[in-house]
C-alpha cells in the first residue's frame, strides 16, 4: 500500500500564489505517473495536471500557464506550483499515483480557498 501525503494548501488572495507537495512512502513512485486532481463543491473531481516518470507534463487548459507540476524522483515527491489565482480553483486538491497496471492511489486532500 503506498501512503501519498498532501501538503501546502491554505487560503489565498486572488492573484496570489500556492505551491503543493505530495510526498510518496514508496520508490514505486519513481516509475509511476503523478497526478494532480481537484474537486469543488458540486462538482466532479477533475484532472489538473499530470507528470511522467519521464517527465512529461499535462494540463488542464483553465490551469495552462498558470500551474506547474514537478517531480523529484530522488525525494519520491511531487509539486503543484500555483501561481494568478483564481477563485474558481478553489477545491480540494488530491495526489494521485498512476502505476501502469491501472491501479492507482489517493492522497487525502487538501483545501484550497482563494478569495476575490
Known amino acids: 500500500q503506498v501512503q501519498l501525503v498532501e501538503s501546502g494548501g491554505g487560503l489565498v488572495q486572488a492573484g496570489g500564489s500556492l505551491r503543493l507537495s505530495c510526498a510518496a512512502s514508496d520508490s514505486i513512485f519513481r516509475i509511476s505517473t503523478m497526478v494532480w486532481y481537484r474537486q469543488a463543491p458540486g462538482k466532479q473531481r477533475e484532472l489538473v495536471a499530470a507528470?511522467?516518470?519521464?517527465?512529461?507534463?499535462n494540463y488542464n487548459d483553465s490551469v495552462k500557464g498558470r500551474f506547474t507540476i514537478s517531480r523529484d524522483n530522488a525525494k519520491n515527491t511531487v509539486d503543484l506550483q500555483m501561481n494568478s489565482l483564481k477563485p474558481e480553483d478553489t477545491a480540494v486538491y488530491y495526489c494521485n499515483l498512476r502505476r501502469a497496471s491501472g491501479l492507482g492511489y489517493w492522497g487525502q486532500g487538501t483545501q484550497v480557498t482563494v478569495s476575490s
Open positions: 507528470i511522467t516518470s519521464g517527465g512529461s507534463t
